[in-house]
């Protein structure tokens, strides 16, 4: 188990937690010197090395010769934009919406956009149970067959569930599940990651008796007061894309801002030259 380090600003991708869960999981993750979690990954049969969310130190090239791995194609995916030399653009970046935690809960209450904060007031009224703990670390989760069957059927990518579950396992205090309950059914959930001062918006599943009732709004409000008690300063809920408008509003009304990431690059030195990242 791993505890959290409150002053880290640590992504999610690049948690020790993420690479042990990985490594449990039959992959193997290579941890260089600085700290970097380098996955490794095969693509189209071509074995290939990703840097996960993170902006490559300038020596890179020799950290990855010091494990034979400085002639691999290299996939980096910055956080945000960094100068990249000798690296070839992939895919534009990626814009995410990250809620800032405020402390103050009426000034938190008062960002709220006036349609969401209705929709808030309407699930506070609505007698709903709300309960939160450590995601267990079983596999057999109601919520992860819920998430596995919802990102197929909308055709999304995401972790595996044996992965989150074994997060959960190898972490249990970087985790936390709400619960929105009608009497004793629960009708939504949010898991999320917590990584040093951040956190992330994992997974989350809403019946049509919880949409009734914005059960959602009620659960992310919960949770974002939790986790500012806890030392956290913000949650990051996702890519914002064209493909999902709804859930686009819902994310931005709770004040969120748009954070560009770094893009998506391919590095490869075929002679294995010396330069920086």
């Not at 895919?91 to 808030?120: G, M, S, V």
């Not at 806890?230 to 990051?236: E, L, M, T």
Request: hydrophobic residues 40%; contains cysteine.
């Amino acid at each position: 188990m791993f505890d959290i380090a409150p002053d880290a600003d640590t992504p999610l991708l690049q948690d020790m937690a993420f690479a042990v869960a990985l490594r449990l999981c039959g992959q193997n993750p290579v941890i260089l010197p600085s700290g970097l979690i380098v996955l490794r990954q095969r693509i189209l049969g071509v074995p290939m090395l990703m840097v996960p969310r993170a902006i490559p130190p300038v020596d890179l090239t020799d950290q990855l010769r010091k494990f034979g791995l400085n002639r691999l194609p290299l996939i980096l995916s910055p956080e945000r934009a960094c100068p990249l030399p000798a690296a070839v653009r992939l895919r534009a970046p990626q814009t995410i919406a990250q809620l800032d935690l405020i402390p103050d809960t009426e000034i938190a209450r008062a960002q709220l956009h006036p349609k969401w904060r209705n929709q808030l007031h309407r699930a506070e009224k609505a007698g709903l149970r709300v309960t939160h703990k450590v995601m267990p670390s079983g596999s057999n989760h109601p919520l992860l067959h819920l998430e596995t069957a919802q990102a197929k059927r909308r055709r999304y990518a995401n972790w595996p569930a044996t992965l989150t579950s074994t997060f959960a396992k190898v972490a249990p205090d970087q985790t936390r599940l709400f619960t929105a309950h009608i009497g004793n059914t629960p009708v939504a959930h949010m898991l999320f990651m917590r990584h040093g001062q951040r956190t992330t918006y994992h997974i989350g599943h809403i019946t049509e008796r919880g949409k009734a009732v914005c059960a959602h709004n009620l659960l992310l409000w919960k949770a974002s007061r939790w986790l500012t008690d806890h030392g956290h300063s913000a949650i990051d809920l996702g890519v914002i894309t064209p493909q999902t408008p709804g859930l686009n509003r819902f994310k931005l009304r709770t004040g969120a801002k748009l954070v560009e990431s770094g893009g998506t690059w391919l590095r490869w030195c075929p002679l294995a030259r010396k330069h920086s990242a």
